[in-house]
């Protein structure tokens, strides 16, 4: 069974910072791209981040480089999202997702079609 299950999220202080995770099974992990998406509430789900699982490429939403980093355990088959100087618009249900390789362009905007397997989120809320 494919699960993806992520954690790590919470309530913080503006310019405070969260680790999300993303645990990962029931598939070959190093074979797919996983992203971060987030949805907050009355707006579309959007793409946060991506990397690839073999060779670490990573994308970058405008609106979090600089503040968020992405990266993989493969030996754990985890990616991580180390958000810091969190403000309150980044407060969501953040999501990871997990596409093939072959189908994921990781050197771009990360988009809800190319993702196979989804995570049940968690909650990210940052406080002004």
């Known amino acids: 069974e494919v699960q993806l299950v992520e954690s790590g999220g919470g309530l913080v202080q503006a310019g405070g910072s969260l680790r999300l995770s993303c645990a990962a099974s029931g598939f070959t992990f190093d074979d797919y791209a996983i992203g971060w998406f987030r949805q907050a509430p009355g707006k579309e789900r959007e793409g946060v981040s991506c990397i690839s699982s073999s060779d670490g490429s990573t994308y970058y939403a405008d609106s979090v480089k600089g503040r968020f980093t992405i990266s993989s355990d493969n030996a754990k088959n985890t990616v991580y999202l180390q958000m810091n100087s969190l403000k309150p618009e980044d407060t969501a249900v953040y999501y990871c997702?997990?596409?093939?390789?072959?189908?994921?362009?990781?050197?771009?905007?990360?988009?809800?079609?190319?993702?196979?397997?989804w995570g049940q989120g968690t909650q990210v809320t940052v406080s002004s």
């Open positions: 997702a997990a596409g093939h390789n072959t189908i994921v362009v990781v050197t771009t905007t990360p988009r809800l079609y190319e993702y196979d397997y």
